[in-house]
């Protein structure tokens, strides 16, 4: 007999979900808020979000914010998955512990030491520290948490429509992009955009690996929080959970898509054998 949810296991929803996700929703409720006064409602209004187009600082750190989200994201998504090929794929061998171990270590370490630690590396390397120090730095630990998405999506994975197609002529190379790199594409997706938000979300280790014009988002919002927040800290806000929501939308349905289409070919392709 199937026992329904009880009201300590609803309450325990509720009450954190509301922990989660109702500051984010005052957020954007007063970020609509016409008066200058972030805890006072006066009254429905875009003023804020007009004068952020002025604001040419938050403007600036939010394009460089993007641009070092997506390019490591992007380069974090292609070295995580080869990691995660290796450490599935490659069996053992020498040295895979410390492999494994270097893989695994940034997830646990603390992002001041991480920070620390790149900071020290750039300065030995009298490399000036700017938009890509930063890109490297978040690439860094980012690739970290695609090998451990993409590993999870591996370990699953049935090997014998790849040794069918090698059976029958088709290249190790040729045979990961048509076989085996669509079958892993939702776990590639969801660790970059994993990365993506892990990037776009960083302040402890770009504070210490930025330089003269690369400071992102979090760094301005975190230096102007300190005079006081304002509606415009409140718009720029909404602005970036609107974006992170659009993409968790969009990537599901081409995920979906995708995985719809795959056993559609599957079906035809039993089908067709029958």
Request: with cysteine; aromatic share 10%; charged share 15%.
């Amino acid at each position: 007999m199937t026992r329904g949810p009880t009201w300590f296991n609803v309450t325990s929803l509720v009450v954190g979900f509301s922990f989660l996700y109702l500051p984010i929703v005052l957020l954007v409720i007063y970020s609509f808020n016409d008066s200058r006064l972030v805890t006072v409602w006066g009254g429905f209004s875009t003023r804020w979000y007009a004068s952020l187009l002025e604001n040419d600082q938050l403007l600036d750190a939010a394009w460089v914010t993007l641009r070092v989200a997506f390019t490591s994201a992007c380069i974090a998504t292609v070295l995580g998955t080869l990691a995660a090929l290796v450490l599935v794929r490659s069996g053992r061998f020498v040295g895979r512990s410390l492999f494994s171990g270097m893989i695994f270590a940034p997830l646990v370490m603390p992002e001041v030491i991480l920070g620390l630690s790149l900071l020290l590396l750039f300065v030995s390397m009298d490399q000036a520290r700017g938009f890509w120090t930063v890109m490297l730095a978040h690439t860094t630990f980012a690739m970290c948490y695609v090998a451990v998405v993409v590993q999870s999506r591996l370990v699953g994975f049935d090997k014998s429509m790849e040794e069918a197609a090698e059976d029958l002529g088709c290249p190790p190379v040729k045979t990961f992009f048509l076989i085996t790199l669509p079958i892993i594409l939702p776990g590639v997706i969801a660790g970059w955009m994993l990365a993506f938000t892990l990037s776009l979300d960083d302040l402890v280790i770009a504070s210490f690996t930025t330089g003269p014009g690369a400071t992102t988002l979090p760094m301005k919002i975190y230096s102007q929080v300190r005079l006081g927040v304002t509606p415009e800290i409140n718009a720029v806000c909404t602005l970036l959970v609107g974006l992170v929501t659009i993409g968790v939308i969009a990537a599901s349905i081409v995920t979906k898509r995708q995985q719809v289409q795959r056993e559609r070919d599957e079906r035809a392709a039993f089908g067709a054998d029958s």
